[in-house]
């Protein structure tokens, strides 16, 4: 496949409209004016074994049911070459719960955005794929990632989503062994 030509790949997977160049861009719909390289559902991408360096999925994790995620991660270590690096940003649920519960908004016209959004999904678009199934905070989501055998699980800073970066989101990195 031309696309995985070069000294490093990089699979940015459930990317929806955030299509980033360097990056093979992967999702299950094309949504954007730009379109994915890949269509297809995270759990079963058409790629070799082995074939990344790396794996981003940035708010793409809580759109999946928590008994659908076990096959994300089992891809993603599929996927990932030995000491590969996979890095997940995405909601954290009690960071949300805490914002509902003591009335923390967001600047601007959406309110909901550092509450509501994050548990439920962003209701913009009236898309279904925008709808959250599941979430995560960093413990359970280390725990997650531990359980189906990545190491060295590390919180970071968010660099995603400026509105949520603090308040409401997390970011995790993991390698496979």
């Given at each position: 496949?031309?696309i995985l030509?070069?000294?490093?790949?990089?699979?940015?997977?459930?990317?929806?409209?955030?299509i980033?160049?360097g990056?093979?861009?992967?999702?299950v719909?094309?949504?954007?004016?730009?379109k994915?390289?890949?269509?297809?559902?995270a759990?079963?991408?058409?790629?070799?074994?082995?074939?990344?360096?790396?794996?981003?999925?940035?708010h793409?994790?809580?759109?999946?049911?928590?008994?659908?995620?076990?096959?994300?991660?089992v891809?993603?270590?599929?996927?990932?070459?030995s000491?590969?690096l996979?890095?997940?940003?995405?909601?954290?649920?009690?960071?949300?719960?805490e914002?509902l519960?003591?009335g923390?908004?967001?600047s601007?016209?959406?309110?909901d955005?550092?509450?509501?959004?994050?548990?439920?999904?962003?209701?913009?678009?009236?898309?279904?794929?925008m709808?959250?199934?599941?979430g995560?905070t960093?413990?359970?989501?280390?725990?997650?990632?531990?359980?189906?055998?990545?190491?060295?699980?590390?919180?970071e800073?968010?660099?995603?989503?400026?509105?949520?970066?603090?308040r409401?989101?997390?970011?995790?990195t993991?390698?496979?062994?």
């Amino acid at each position: 496949m031309a696309i995985l030509q070069g000294d490093r790949v990089r699979l940015n997977v459930c990317c929806g409209t955030r299509i980033r160049e360097g990056w093979i861009n992967i999702d299950v719909a094309a949504l954007g004016i730009l379109k994915p390289e890949i269509i297809a559902d995270a759990r079963s991408i058409p790629l070799d074994d082995g074939c990344a360096d790396e794996i981003m999925c940035i708010h793409g994790i809580e759109h999946f049911y928590k008994w659908e995620a076990a096959a994300l991660a089992v891809e993603w270590m599929r996927l990932l070459r030995s000491g590969g690096l996979l890095v997940i940003e995405c909601p954290d649920i009690f960071k949300c719960c805490e914002n509902l519960v003591s009335g923390y908004a967001s600047s601007g016209k959406h309110p909901d955005q550092m509450s509501y959004w994050g548990i439920y999904g962003d209701p913009q678009e009236s898309n279904p794929f925008m709808g959250h199934k599941w979430g995560y905070t960093p413990k359970t989501l280390r725990h997650f990632l531990k359980m189906h055998g990545f190491v060295n699980i590390a919180d970071e800073e968010t660099q995603w989503h400026p509105a949520g970066r603090v308040r409401r989101d997390m970011r995790i990195t993991a390698r496979k062994p």
